[in-house]
């Protein structure tokens, strides 16, 4: 494994190749990483409540991420090869938090499960993830 890629490096990656990606990398590691979104208002359903395809965009990134750091580079073309999500309560605050960690690493793909919270209520979570990213031959 190469050296572990950074916050800063996964974020400037982010704002040059996918600058319409609203999470940001909050923290990373080989096995573990934390996404951090500022829902705007696209974002938010009636009575305020954060979107479910929002919450699924956290988790995909939170993966994508997390991939990033248990492979030891920044690859973009590592893509999501499946998810799945189950929404445990709904979600309201104005910052979401998703921590992927990881599952399994192999040659061909990552594997790992997402918590989601709102705010500072980590034990609170909006939704439970699990998803596959495979990586580019």
């Known amino acids: 494994m190469s050296e572990l890629p950074t916050v800063d490096a996964i974020n400037a990656m982010l704002v040059e190749e996918f ?3 609203g999470s940001r990398c909050a923290a990373v ?3 573990f990483a934390l996404a951090h979104l500022m829902p705007d208002q696209d974002a938010l359903r009636p009575g ?5 395809p929002t919450q699924f965009g956290m988790a995909d990134a939170a993966l994508w991420y997390l991939t990033f750091g248990a492979i030891g580079r920044i690859e973009p073309m590592a893509l999501t090869s499946e998810l799945s999500i189950r929404y445990v309560r709904p979600a309201q605050g104005t910052n979401m938090w998703a921590r992927a960690t990881l599952d ?4 061909r793909n990552v594997v ?4 989601i919270w709102c705010d500072d209520d980590e034990d609170r979570i909006t939704a439970t993830a699990q998803g ?3 990586l580019p031959a």
């Open 112 to 115: 790992g499960t997402v918590r």
């Open 104 to 107: 399994k690493a192999g040659r």
């Open 48 to 52: 305020g409540f954060i979107s479910g």
């Open 29 to 31: 590691g080989p096995d």
């Open 132 to 134: 596959t990213y495979a």
């Open 19 to 21: 600058s319409g990606m």
